[in-house]
């Protein structure tokens, strides 16, 4: 496998699943009670996200989304037993490293049209990318999770690309 | 909920938005927490937090995302479209502070402005660097 020395922290077989989708595609219609509590508890109360006449007057064709919140929308609940004492999803790493933890990075996004509610949504998950690197701290590996959120006729509306640190 | 809206031709490299300031309580992240479906323990577990190695229970990057995003639709104003933004959560944030958030335009074409913008803590360290294109109406297109 290229780049992959006795040191590296991404075994071949996860190197090897770079452009995968890493779980079947989900889809969702986006209600406007998750919408709005997502608002609410982010602090975000602008009206084009509650108000019909609000959202009309700022030339959208209905309530809109917070354009982060569609990653939320899709979302998908587990059974308790599913979730570790750490509050993880247990079994939601598909991806196998040598490494001991995972935090948040940050996040590329493109909005090309605005989610209402009540769209129909599907969201596809790849591996978009997987490199180590070396930091202050010591090598750590960047995962990147592409995810493309599409309307029922296959119009996409955003793309993001999450950032996982591990280490 | 911005009172004024910008307009792409009025905006040169260097404009200077307005400093937001956030300061998120416990309840807060337990409610993000909640609406997110996020049952990760550090976000409201403090003793589990502090077992992870945080000094308390920390504010979720992607929380600290969507800030910036309201941060950017805000300014942007009711005709604004964010076409895009990224951000990189650098350090961890604690609840019951004050964070900056601020921005600057770094490029206009068009109706494209281009706006570098981060958060930092009251001391000046940036937690959270980012980037925003946001689409505006120009005045002189009627």
């Given at each position: 496998m290229r780049g992959v020395s006795t040191t590296s922290l991404i075994p071949a077989e996860t190197a090897a699943r770079v452009g995968e989708l890493l779980a079947p595609p989900v889809t969702v219609t986006v209600t406007a009670e998750g919408s709005q509590r997502?608002?609410?508890?982010?602090?975000?109360?602008?009206?084009?996200?509650?108000?019909?006449?609000?959202?009309?007057?700022?030339?959208?064709?209905?309530?809109?989304?917070?354009?982060?919140?569609?990653?939320?929308?899709?979302?998908?609940?587990?059974?308790?037993?599913?979730?570790?004492?750490?509050?993880?999803?247990?079994?939601?790493?598909p991806i196998r490293l040598e490494v001991a933890r995972i935090m948040f990075g940050g996040e590329e996004w493109d909005f090309v049209a605005p989610v209402h509610v009540g769209d129909v949504i599907t969201g596809?998950?790849?591996?978009?990318?997987?490199?180590?690197?070396?930091?202050?701290?010591?090598?750590?590996?960047?995962?990147?999770?592409?995810?493309?959120?599409?309307?029922?006729?296959?119009?996409?509306?955003?793309?993001?690309?999450?950032?996982?640190?591990a280490r | 909920m911005s009172a004024a809206q910008p307009y792409a031709d009025e905006l040169a490299p260097g404009a200077v938005l307005p400093t937001v300031l956030r300061n998120a309580s416990r309840v807060q992240l337990f409610l993000y927490s909640a609406a997110t479906w996020n049952p990760h323990r550090i976000h409201y577990d403090v003793d589990?937090?502090?077992?992870?190695?945080?000094?308390?229970?920390?504010?979720?990057?992607?929380?600290?995302?969507?800030?910036?995003?309201?941060?950017?639709?805000?300014?942007?104003?009711?005709?604004?479209?964010?076409?895009?933004?990224?951000?990189?959560?650098?350090?961890?944030?604690?609840?019951?502070?004050?964070?900056?958030?601020?921005?600057?335009?770094?490029?206009?074409?068009?109706?494209?402005?281009?706006?570098?913008?981060?958060?930092?803590?009251?001391?000046?360290?940036?937690?959270m660097p980012g980037e925003a294109v946001v689409q505006l109406p120009r005045r002189d297109r009627g």
């Open positions: 997502y608002a609410q508890a982010v602090g975000d109360l602008n009206p084009i996200y509650f108000d019909e006449a609000a959202a009309r007057a700022a030339g959208y064709r209905s309530v809109v989304v917070p354009p982060t919140y569609v990653a939320y929308a899709l979302v998908q609940g587990r059974a308790l037993h599913d979730i570790g004492t750490d509050g993880l999803f247990v079994g939601d790493q596809e998950a790849r591996l978009a990318a997987i490199d180590q690197k070396d930091g202050s701290k010591g090598p750590f590996v960047r995962i990147t999770r592409e995810i493309t959120y599409r309307t029922a006729s296959g119009e996409v509306v955003a793309r993001t690309r999450q950032i996982g640190i | 589990y937090a502090r077992f992870e190695g945080h000094p308390d229970i920390i504010v979720h990057g992607p929380l600290q995302g969507a800030w910036l995003s309201q941060y950017v639709t805000d300014w942007a104003g009711p005709a604004g479209r964010m076409r895009s933004l990224q951000w990189q959560n650098r350090a961890s944030a604690l609840p019951e502070r004050d964070y900056e958030f601020h921005g600057r335009v770094t490029a206009v074409d068009g109706d494209l402005v281009t706006l570098e913008v981060w958060e930092q803590d009251p001391d000046g360290n940036v937690l």
